[in-house]
């Protein structure tokens, strides 16, 4: 199976700022890659599909980037709406998998 | 609107056995695969089980193959996820996704159905 390191595990900022999380694939899985927010109590919602597209709805401060084995999600500007836990999911083949996940925090 | 309803949770006792459903509304059912995907309290996401739009092709994750079975009803428009031997580690709230073939990801899911195994 493939394996998607996940980092950091966790990260505190302010709001305003710019944060990157990166999701590292244990081999090639070319642009197959999602990413998802999910905030407590709540099912996931995707917000980047293939790597670099944005989902339907999802605000233009996120974009993801990466193509290979190195994917990276970045918050161009934090919103208090966005402190949440963020995870990858490789779906290029099976079984799928997500990464750890990374839970953003407010400074 | 796109709507995924997941019922059949509960507590059961080790060894015991589960059925849970997930209702699919808003969309052409039959024209899309789809996914149970699973949260153990205070962890991260585990892909479970993936299901294709008529039902003959199916994957499992490693953790529940010989144990859970999907399936599904595209005249009830129902997916299906029959539980059984569960274990402790099989607690975890469990979500049906919609696998969206245009992004190749998960672009809908259920709000979740919590199995208990104690």
């Known amino acids: 199976a493939i394996q998607m390191t996940q980092s950091p595990p966790s990260l505190s900022a302010s709001v305003g700022d710019r944060v990157t999380i990166t999701c590292r694939a244990s081999q090639g899985i070319r642009n197959d890659l999602g990413w998802f927010q999910q905030k407590p109590g709540k099912a996931p919602k995707l917000l980047i599909y293939a790597a670099s597209s944005l989902q339907s709805g999802v605000p233009s401060r996120f974009s993801g980037t990466g193509s290979g084995t190195d994917f990276t999600l970045t918050i161009s500007s934090l919103q208090p709406e966005d402190f949440a836990t963020y995870y990858c999911l490789q779906d290029y083949n099976y079984p799928r998998t997500f990464g750890q996940g990374t839970k953003v925090e407010i400074k | 609107e796109v709507q995924l309803v997941e019922s059949g949770g509960g507590l059961v006792q080790p060894g015991g056995s589960l059925r849970l459903s997930c209702a699919a509304s808003?969309?052409?059912?039959?024209?899309?695969?789809m996914n149970w995907v699973r949260q153990a309290p205070g962890k991260g996401l585990e892909w479970v089980s993936y299901i294709s739009g008529s039902g003959r092709t199916i994957y499992y994750a490693d953790s529940v193959k010989g144990r859970f079975t999907i399936s599904r009803d595209n005249a009830k428009n129902s997916l299906y996820l029959q539980m059984n031997s569960l274990g402790a580690e099989d607690t975890a709230v469990y979500y049906c996704a919609r696998d969206d073939y245009g992004s190749g990801s998960y672009d809908y899911w259920g709000q979740g159905t919590l199995v208990t195994v104690s």
């Open positions: 808003g969309f052409t059912f039959s024209s899309y695969e």
